[in-house]
């Protein structure tokens, strides 16, 4: 599968970085986009020698113009897939449908658990015993698309957010990368909910469950 991937974020961009590092899907990415301009996730798209733009919110009177802005970036571009990492921003429903079952977002949870931008605090509020990664399609509800990777990690007796929330980030920059390679090779199957990963060649019999 031959296959086009813009990187949205708007921190950091460590989780950028995990897919830049990975070689088998770092040739398909042509393009990050930020909301931020100051995102560090900008930097380590230039210095990978990856075509950045910033698209703020600011400049547009309405989420829908951003929206149809971020549309026409990623169309001039020729983009097929795109991946959510540390992306703040909730997409509106006309751009997902551009993309069906072509969008992964990671999240710092073990979906359904703890939705939303503040997971990790959640977490541990409500005394979670373990919490984990979700790599999950993208649809139009928040951190409601089926599931396709999840890996749980322990939350111990002395976590605070900052720890916890690395631990986590660890296994994100394992799973993300899997994750969108297996989205990039069209190995990925969808049933309702539930998603198949097919073996390398497959005629398309689901291989093993997206669960660790």
Known sequence: MSARVAVLASGGGTNLQALLDAPEVKPWISLVVSDRPRAGALERARMACVE?????????????????????????????????????RILGAPLVRSFPERILNVHPSLLPAFPGASAVRDALDWGAKVTGATVHMVDEEVDHGPIVLQEAIPILPGDDEAGLHARIQAVEHRLFPLGARLLVEGRLKVEGRRVHILGPGSDGDPGSAGTR
């Open 52 to 88: 950045a733009v910033v698209l703020e919110p600011g400049g547009f009177a309405t989420r829908e113009e951003h929206d149809r802005a971020l549309a026409e970036t990623l169309r001039n571009s020729g983009i097929d897939i795109l991946l959510l990492a540390g992306y703040m």
